[in-house]
């Protein structure tokens, strides 16, 4: 009884990926739909069901985009303000989490006080945003680390030695090169993630958050090099670039203060892409397969929460 655009509206009006699409079509029942006649879903289904299956739908995207999201507004909100995200913000699927560590960092440079809170302010606003667009689909905010997981960070860097702690909060330095470990990921978390997703108003929407982070992370590289942490920050590259695979991700501010290198690219300066289990490999800090660790003990909420070359 319903032509073949009007099905084919339908479908995509209730889904977001061709995994959803296909789900759709099976609980519906394609012999349910035996009045259109075989021919008259040609094109709807992929060719690949293999491929299609495998493909996360942008409901799963933008949750995974909001456990990382939680824990940059975490960092930054203790950081800028001394405080944690409201009740209101953390609630959702999943198990909700509590934070461990963080306080108001005593800024020596006004100028670097007053990025840091516009910095947490866009956190803050990244996950309004993430919430309200997933509505009742948003995960919880999962249990944060922020004290041990520094300096286990930081001691993979060789920032460290054995039995001494890292405190993000202890300065401004400090608070700099922890922010470099967050800002570079979450621009190629964006970027790995754009092309698995399929509604162009969430597409628009992650190209702005993309847009934001990769300033953020500029900000962070430039006041590193104008302090002289080139060394510092490139010992963090590398202990990213050694959790995440064989393939070279990530690069540092320049070896040496007058080679500057503040705009990470590859030889066509583009910038870098993760996958997401190449993400949880960095912020679970482990190089192996991984539902939980370092910033995450519990690991974070949704269906994709494994870390690995390979995972969804």
């Known amino acids: 009884m319903f032509g073949k655009t009007v099905v084919k ?36 289904v ?28 975490e960092f930054y909100q203790q950081a800028a303000f001394g405080k944690s995200l409201s009740d209101k913000l953390t609630s959702g699927k ?7 560590g963080g306080r108001e ?23 309004r945003f993430l919430r309200t667009a997933l509505g009742g689909a948003k995960v919880a905010r999962p249990q944060i680390n922020l004290r041990q997981s520094f300096t286990a960070a930081a001691r993979a860097a060789g920032l460290i030695g054995e ?10 330095n400090n608070f700099l090169l922890a922010a470099f470990i967050f800002e570079d990921v979450g621009v190629t978390a964006y970027k790995g993630a754009a092309p698995l997703i399929t509604n162009k108003t969430y597409l628009d929407a992650s190209a702005g958050i ?9 900000i962070v590289r430039t006041l590193l090099a104008t302090k002289g942490l080139n060394k510092e920050a490139g010992a963090i590259s590398d202990a990213r670039d050694s959790l995440d695979g064989r393939k070279s991700l990530d690069q540092g501010i320049g070896r040496k203060k007058w080679l500057s290198n503040l705009v990470p690219t590859d030889r066509n300066g583009i910038a870098f892409s993760r996958t997401p289990g190449q993400v949880l490999n960095i912020v679970y800090l482990t190089p192996e397969k991984s ?22």
């Open 46 to 73: 992929p060719d690949s069901a293999a491929a299609a299956a495998a493909a996360p739908s942008d409901g799963a995207i933008l949750n995974f985009a909001l456990n990382l999201e939680y824990l940059e507004a």
């Open 163 to 172: 039995g001494q702690t890292f405190d993000p909060f202890a300065n401004e």
């Open 291 to 312: 539902r939980k660790g370092g910033f995450y003990p519990r690991g974070v909420n949704g269906s994709i929460n494994t870390s690995g070359n390979n995972a969804g």
């Open 9 to 44: 509206q339908m479908i995509e009006r209730s889904s977001e990926s061709e995994a959803d699409r296909r789900i759709f079509l099976k609980s519906a029942g394609i012999g349910g739909l035996g009045v259109l006649g075989a021919g008259a879903l040609g094109g709807l």
């Open 210 to 218: 993309l847009a934001v982070e990769a300033y953020h992370a500029g």
């Open 94 to 100: 999943g198990d909700k989490g509590g934070v461990t």
């Open 105 to 127: 960092v005593s800024f020596a440079t006004p100028a670097i006080r007053s990025y840091a809170r516009e910095i947490a302010m866009d956190e803050l606003d990244h996950v």
